[in-house]
């Protein structure tokens, strides 16, 4: 996907938002239903100023959701995502107590019990099944994208195909790729631009097997890697207090707290800007 394309679906979320804001606009009818499932980005997490990671209003199911009040007043807004969770988890609870037992449990219901008018689901997963591997560049990683990352691919597909079924055909399910927090370590010197390079490569492999887990379950995917120009290493463009770097660096160090000095960073989380990109990325995905 083409950043200009990205570009435009960022600010149709703005302008769209900004309708929203001055008045409801169409009929109003029963209530219609966005359920945001996934990780800590479905919840809007973001470092205060003590550098604590905490759920905000400003995440990309806040942003989306106020882009798609205008067209669709009666909609509602469930987010059930939880910090920290991973593919596994999702499926088998863990993490987040949930009355189920797990997310995608919690969520199953929900569908069943709102069939007919739930018009979007959107999800991230996926990012923190590779916690335990380490850095992208650690001896680990190799084993993880053997094993593990694999594992994780499938658990997506099961967590899609349940939402599916639950759902029913006529609902949009919109999964995402994620953005690479990694390329702040370019900041660090040489040894730094060689684990982003190489951080990018095996981020590419991760987020195709993710891509293609959501596409043959039957979800739409949302390009955030492609959003954030996660592979452009070249466009050198100049940041205050950075100096130049490389395209990719600098969106990922404007958009997130990767690159953020102490005591709120350096943190993966998006800021309100890349939650408005994912957003948009969202929003193109699922046709609205």
């Not at 067209?71 to 609870?93: A, D, F, H, Q, S």
């Not at 990018?200 to 991760?206: I, M, N, T």
Request: proline fraction near 6%; hydrophobic fraction near 40%.
């Amino acid at each position: 996907m083409r950043l200009v394309r990205i570009a435009s679906a960022v600010a149709a979320v703005a302008a769209v938002a900004v309708a929203a804001c001055s008045g409801p606009g169409g009929s109003s009818g029963p209530a219609s239903y966005y359920l945001a499932l996934g990780d800590s980005l479905s919840q809007g997490v973001q470092p205060d100023a003590t550098g604590v990671s905490v759920e905000t209003g400003q995440g990309y199911p806040d942003q989306l959701y106020a882009a798609l009040r205008s067209r669709y007043p009666t909609l509602r807004l469930v987010k059930l995502g939880c910090p920290g969770e991973t593919t596994g988890t999702m499926i088998n609870g863990g993490i987040c107590r949930y009355p189920g037992g797990s997310q995608l449990a919690a969520a199953v219901a929900f569908l069943r019990d709102h069939r007919g008018h739930v018009l979007l689901v959107t999800l991230d997963i996926g990012a923190n099944d590779t916690e335990d591997c380490g850095s992208w560049a650690s001896p680990r990683a190799a084993s993880c994208l053997a094993s593990d990352i694999p594992a994780a691919a499938s658990h997506v597909s099961t967590i899609v195909t349940r939402l599916r079924a639950a759902a029913g055909p006529g609902v949009r399910i919109a999964g995402m790729s994620y953005y690479l927090p990694a390329l702040a370590e370019w900041l660090d010197g040489t040894t730094g631009q060689a684990i982003a390079w190489l951080s990018e490569r095996l981020a590419a492999g991760y987020n195709g097997l993710l891509v293609r887990a959501y596409t043959t379950s039957g979800a739409r995917v949302a390009n955030v890697f492609g959003a954030f120009d996660t592979p452009n290493f070249g466009d050198a463009v100049t940041v205050p207090g950075m100096g130049r770097v490389p395209r990719n660096v600098a969106l990922v160090c404007q958009w997130t707290w990767a690159c953020a000095t102490p005591p709120r960073g350096p943190n993966q989380h998006a800021n309100q800007t890349g939650y408005g990109v994912i957003a948009g990325a969202l929003l193109h995905a699922a046709g609205l």
